[in-house]
C-alpha cells in the first residue's frame, strides 16, 4: 500500500556530470545521488527511467528492496531540481476539478448573456434554432476569453500535472521518494501523500 512521499536527504549542489537525453547536470546528479543512497538502504535491484506498471508515468528511479521469505518493499525515486518541475507534478485533482467546475459554470453564464446582447453571433448550423452553435470569438470579449484561458489552463492542470497523486493512487509501489537538492523547497511546498 503507498505510504505517501517522503522527502529524502539533501544532495547539495550541481555537479559536472554529463546530462543524459536533454537532463540537466543537477539532475543527472540527483538521480546518481539517489540511485547511491537507494543501494546502500539495501535496494538490490535499482534502474533509471522506468516506466510504472498502470500509468503513463516514467520513474526517475524505481527500485526494490528484498525481505527475505516475505513480498519486498518497492520505491520510486523522483528527482525535482527546481520549484517549477515539482509545481507541474505536484497537482490536486479534487481542488483542480472544483476550480474547473466553477470556470465552467463562469462560461455558460457568459455565454448564455451573450447570445441574448449578440444575436447576430449565432450560426444557422442546425436544423433547430436551439441547437445552433455561435461564434463568441468574433467580438472580441476579454472576460469571455479569459475564462476560455483560464479552463484550457485548469483541463491541462488537471490532467498533466497531478503525477505525483496518480502514481499513489495507482500503487506504483510502496513507497515514493521525493529527491530535491539541499534548501529548494520548504516543507509546505512537499507534496502531501493525498489531497484533501
Excluded at 539532475?27 to 545521488?33: D, E, I, Q
Excluded at 543512497?37 to 506498471?53: F, H, I, K, M, T
Aim: charged letters at 25%.
Amino acid at each position: 500500500m503507498a505510504e505517501g512521499l517522503t522527502v529524502a536527504p539533501g544532495t547539495g549542489q550541481p555537479g559536472s556530470d554529463s546530462p543524459a537525453r536533454g537532463e540537466t547536470a543537477a539532475h543527472t546528479r540527483l538521480k546518481r545521488l539517489a540511485l547511491i543512497w537507494a543501494q546502500a538502504r539495501g535496494y538490490s535491484a535499482c534502474a533509471v527511467e522506468v516506466s510504472l506498471p498502470r500509468s503513463r508515468f516514467r520513474a526517475d528511479i524505481a527500485a526494490y528492496r528484498p525481505n527475505g521469505k516475505e513480498i519486498g518493499t518497492t520505491a520510486v525515486f523522483e528527482c525535482k531540481q527546481a520549484f517549477p518541475d515539482l509545481r507541474r507534478d505536484n497537482g490536486c485533482s479534487a481542488v483542480t476539478t472544483k476550480q474547473l467546475e466553477k470556470v465552467f459554470r463562469r462560461r455558460e453564464v457568459l455565454e448564455k448573456n451573450l447570445r441574448v446582447h449578440y444575436p447576430a453571433l449565432r450560426i444557422p448550423d442546425s436544423l433547430f434554432s436551439d441547437f445552433d452553435s455561435y461564434n463568441f470569438a468574433a467580438i472580441n470579449h476579454r472576460g469571455y476569453a479569459r475564462v476560455l484561458r483560464q479552463l484550457g489552463a485548469l483541463q491541462n492542470r488537471l490532467f498533466d500535472c497531478t503525477k505525483f497523486e496518480r502514481l499513489i493512487h495507482y500503487r506504483c509501489a510502496n513507497l515514493f521518494f521525493l529527491v530535491p537538492p539541499t534548501g529548494l523547497f520548504r516543507e509546505p511546498e512537499i507534496p502531501p501523500h493525498a489531497c484533501s
